[in-house]
């Protein structure tokens, strides 16, 4: 395992309060922050755009990143492209792939509006959305099996559910779908960064910069297996090799999918936090998360009037207190103790409402996150609702 206080001093704000929301972004290391400082104080300009030595640093600097990335997930760089978060990574390939009335695309009733919307949007274009049940909280994949059909273009599933936690079998549901010629764009933005992802059956993954990565916000990435399987759907400077007005002809990937100026600090500052999160080992810290969040399920269940709505064992805890309001009961927390814990639907409502109730409670740990964290939140709770 990794020095936990060594590794909490790169966060500065965890001195300042109980940070339970890494799975709606996690914390920003200091190398990171460094990282930015440095580009904008040493070297600031733009990527891929000239030849002076400004530029050129940028450049390489910028690709770094790409390369780092690659190693993290063991794939060639060229098949990675920098989004702006999860969400633009999956509507690039919902946009970039080329749908005819009548395709299907199968998801899931378990997704974050991420990888829902972009998929429900192409009904416009005739495109049908098939969506498989869970069996409590997790995918069979044998459902996924049965549902595809001739018809069927995509399979579309999250990871792991950000509302509870739950490890999904993305590679036998992958190998279902590559058994019959169908390709898996997984939704990562719980999984990567927290336990080792395998895209032996994955064609493309949404990748967030913010959470697991522990990157700055507006960052992303896109994996995908055949870079010339999507479409552009942006277009402007920087990806042409040569343009007329009768003719332009594009660079290859991943040039072309990257159109403009792009997030330069954010994706350089997302490199020292790549080799931050491999210094300390995915797995170490998945084995981490784990334990925090058995240890918040054990303490949480056992609060008369609490509800549990994620299994044992995750990083990502759900629940509701009886006759409290979600985001009401998250704001007490909040005035009691600087508990910062995420309340509402969490953009995955469909799920959300499966449970009937006004939304949910989500603690969420990371990999800087203690167990005297966990202990404050579940005493908070305790005196909160009186079981002292």
């Known amino acids: 395992m990794y020095d936990l206080q060594k590794l909490r001093h790169e966060f500065p704000i965890l001195s300042k309060c109980v940070y339970l929301d890494s799975a709606s972004t996690s914390q920003t290391p200091k190398c990171s922050v460094d990282a930015m400082c440095e580009y904008f104080f040493e070297y600031a300009a733009n990527h891929g755009r000239g030849a002076h030595h400004l530029a050129r640093k940028t450049t390489e600097k910028y690709e770094e990143t790409r390369t780092r990335l690659g190693n993290f997930l063991k794939v060639s760089p060229d098949h990675i492209i920098f989004t702006k978060n999860t969400t633009d990574a999956v509507n690039t390939v919902a946009n970039g792939l080329t749908w005819k009335r009548g395709d299907e695309i199968i998801t899931t009733w378990l997704e974050h509006h991420s990888n829902l919307l972009p998929w429900m949007n192409l009904k416009k274009k005739g495109v049908r959305v098939t969506f498989v049940q869970h069996e409590n909280g997790y995918l069979n994949p044998q459902n996924i099996q049965e549902a595809i059909c001739s018809k069927t273009r995509l399979v579309a599933v999250t990871h792991m559910p950000n509302i509870l936690g739950t490890v999904q079998p993305v590679g036998a549901i992958g190998r279902i779908a590559h058994d019959a010629g169908v390709p898996v764009i997984v939704d990562g933005a719980q999984s990567v960064g927290h336990f080792p992802v395998d895209v032996t059956y994955i064609d493309y993954l949404a990748i967030p910069g913010h959470k697991g990565l522990l990157g700055p916000q507006g960052t992303g990435a896109l994996y995908m297996k055949d870079p010339e399987s999507l479409n552009c759907s942006i277009f402007g400077g920087g990806m ?75 990083g990502v805890v759900s629940f509701n207190v009886a006759g409290e309001n979600p985001n009401e009961f998250s704001r007490k927390l909040d005035d009691y103790k600087k508990i910062c814990v995420r309340s509402g639907m969490h953009c995955a409502e469909p799920l959300a ?36």
């Not at 964290?373 to 908070?380: C, F, G, K, M, R």
Request: glycine share 10%; hydrophobic share 35%.
């Open 353 to 388: 409402s499966s449970y009937h109730c006004e939304g949910t409670i989500r603690a969420s740990v990371g990999c800087y996150t203690t167990n005297d964290e966990v202990d404050a939140l579940i005493e908070s709770v305790r005196y909160l609702t009186g079981n002292m």
């Open 240 to 314: 042409v090799v040569s343009v007329s007005h009768k003719t332009v002809k594009l660079l290859p990937p991943p040039a072309k999918f990257e159109p403009g100026t792009p997030n330069i600090p954010g994706v350089i500052g997302l490199g020292p936090a790549i080799d931050l999160v491999s210094s300390l080992g995915v797995r170490n810290i998945h084995a981490h998360e784990k334990q925090l969040g058995s240890r918040m399920y054990e303490g949480l269940v056992k609060i008369p009037g609490v509800s549990v709505y994620s299994p044992n064992g995750t």
